[in-house]
């Protein structure tokens, strides 16, 4: 394997799309061997930056056969880390984060939401997906004592950079934040920042074309 | 500006990045004139691509000078179709479709929800962000009567298709997709998938390769 720190950042967010695909082949479709064209042309990736991106990783498949589906979609799974369970803390259980701790394709992804915050009294208390709504004040506690290195946050803009300096400070390693504003947090931790507004864009993009075309 | 079949999805996909982020400009921070490095620093992006990027557009900013925060906006924002208000029709009230209701950022780029669909009698007659949710036998009626172009999907992935085929056959002609399946559509109507689980990825794989470099 190439050394981690030289992969490019396309290739590692590219991972997860074949991983995700792998897994519907191997799951729903009882594909047995795939060739780089067919797993790219599923995915709009052209099939030299496919056999590139896995490049980096090791050797995989062989020329002129492809790929064994299960094979890869364990290897990726391990270098994803998604072979593994990893516990999250949430914080913020309105209506996006209920949606979230629902959210049934994140196990298979390697995640699983396994406590629940909120400083709203009348949000404590609740029970979502078996998870018990608790007061932001114990997060801290919880997170230490259980080891969790993962916190989503899904509380409005305003309280978000709160929440995550009291996550940092109990040892949370990773922040996936839904609040649509930046956290500042120290280097060795990452923060990934789901902006569900830019996604809306690219449509509305070709929308508007569409009807400039149609006048 | 160039033909615009010819220009790179990734350059598209910017697109967004550059506007929210000479939209905070322009509201929060209070700047005027933003040279392509320090829009380029604000995103991870190097100057170089943000000039290329807005090249495929046309002229704008100043050799040696920077870009005007506002025309700038104002330009992408136009380039985008965000300049106006695009009603749209979403499918599914659930705690995902509850939450994009409710989310407030949508409205800068362009988007309002402005009905609100289920079939589930429970929902049914339910107020969200003052609006109803109607039954979704109505929907067709109500997008072809309102001549809604866009539709968002957040039912679950069994019953996507489904909706889709209904929103097609309205005359809805881009779908927001949140339902974790493939959509299948004429070649006329855009389809932009969001896949939650994905986003998760990109942060284990860094937990993952940092606990390895740990051990």
Chains 1, 2 share one sequence.
């Not at 950079?161 to 996550?167: E, F």
Request: glycine share 8%; aromatic share 8%; with cysteine.
């Amino acid at each position: 394997m190439k050394d981690r720190e030289k992969i490019p950042k396309a290739t590692i967010e590219r991972l997860p799309l074949y991983y995700r695909c792998l897994d519907k082949m191997s799951t729903f479709e009882d594909v047995d061997v795939v060739s780089s064209k067919d797993l790219g042309g599923k995915l709009d990736i052209p099939s030299t930056q496919v056999r590139k991106d896995l490049s980096y990783y090791g050797e995989f498949g062989r020329r002129g056969v492809g790929y064994n589906v299960n094979e890869l979609k364990r290897s990726v799974g391990k270098i994803l880390g998604v072979n593994r369970t990893w516990p999250a803390a949430l914080v913020g259980a309105g209506n996006l984060g209920r949606a979230l701790v629902n959210y049934g394709s994140f196990k298979m992804m390697g995640l699983e939401i396994t406590c629940v915050f909120d400083n709203d009294l009348d949000k404590i208390g609740n029970v979502i997906n078996d998870r018990e709504v608790k007061s932001v004040q114990d997060m801290p506690g919880k997170v230490e004592k259980n080891n969790i290195k993962l916190g989503i946050i899904s509380v409005p803009a305003d309280a978000a950079q709160t929440v995550a300096d009291l996550m940092v400070e109990a040892g949370i390693k990773a922040i996936w934040n839904f609040a649509p504003t930046r956290l500042y947090v120290p280097e060795d931790v990452s923060v990934k920042n789901e902006d569900l507004a830019v996604g809306i864009v690219s449509l509305i993009y070709h929308l508007s074309w569409q009807e400039e075309m149609d006048v």
